[in-house]
């Protein structure tokens, strides 16, 4: 049950802003019904996009595994934001990966450097949305994502943390391992969950729905 210790440590003004991505996404499902075919898809979005927020960020903090430098193995957290850039496209991808950086942020500032936050957060997390490159194969744009995500955070890590290297040891190959240790699990996990026939069934279907 350790593992669902981490959901207590959400911030109430947190707890607050994914209730009310909740009833954004309440919301648009009700006023979908009585929208023209355009504006159906737009709210279609928007609700889609509020919920995979919500839903990995809760996912988040279900942690496995947590480095003490920062950093997490999860319960499949980026799941949903790679399905809304699958099902949406690089754009609306990196848009929604961006959102919930920032809310990550809020939720556990890490502050080094105002570029490191940039960085780390919006930009690492924005990368995500590169999974929308390859929709076709959600398996394929979940590893585009993945590394995406994994360019920032080393690019951040060399700049801002090379103090923590070890001594004598390259900085670039201390921050790729060391983001490597969860984020490679983290994504394995991912993919793995993205090879189940009928996840990627229920994906292609709510991708059709999206034309």
């Not at 991505?21 to 928007?46: C, G, H, P, Q």
């Not at 509020?50 to 809760?58: D, E, M, Q």
């Not at 988040?60 to 999860?74: E, R, V």
């Amino acid at each position: 049950m350790h593992f669902f210790e981490g959901l207590l440590k959400i911030k109430p003004y947190v707890w607050a802003i994914l209730g009310a991505l909740v009833l954004i996404a309440i919301t648009s499902i009700y006023l979908n019904k009585s929208n023209t075919k355009e504006k159906k898809f737009d709210t279609r979005k928007i609700t889609t996009a509020s919920l995979c927020i919500a839903l990995s960020f809760v996912l988040s903090y279900i942690k496995i595994f947590k480095l003490p430098q920062g950093g997490s193995i999860t319960l499949g957290s980026l799941i949903p934001l790679f399905i809304f850039a699958y099902t949406y496209g690089v754009k609306d991808g990196v848009i929604v990966g961006a959102i919930y950086g920032i809310l990550q942020f809020i939720q556990e500032p890490y502050i080094v450097h105002w570029a490191q936050v940039i960085i780390d957060y919006p930009l690492a997390f924005g990368a995500l949305g590169l999974a929308g490159l390859s929709r076709k194969n959600i398996p394929v744009g979940m590893v585009l994502g993945g590394v995406g995500r994994l360019f920032f955070h080393v690019i951040s890590g060399v700049i801002f943390f090379a103090s923590y290297a070890p001594e004598g040891q390259n900085v670039l190959v201390y921050s790729l391992v060391y983001n490597l240790t969860y984020l490679l699990p983290d994504l394995i996990l991912c993919i793995v969950i993205g090879f189940i026939p009928q996840f990627k069934n229920a994906i292609n279907r709510l991708s059709t729905e999206r034309c």
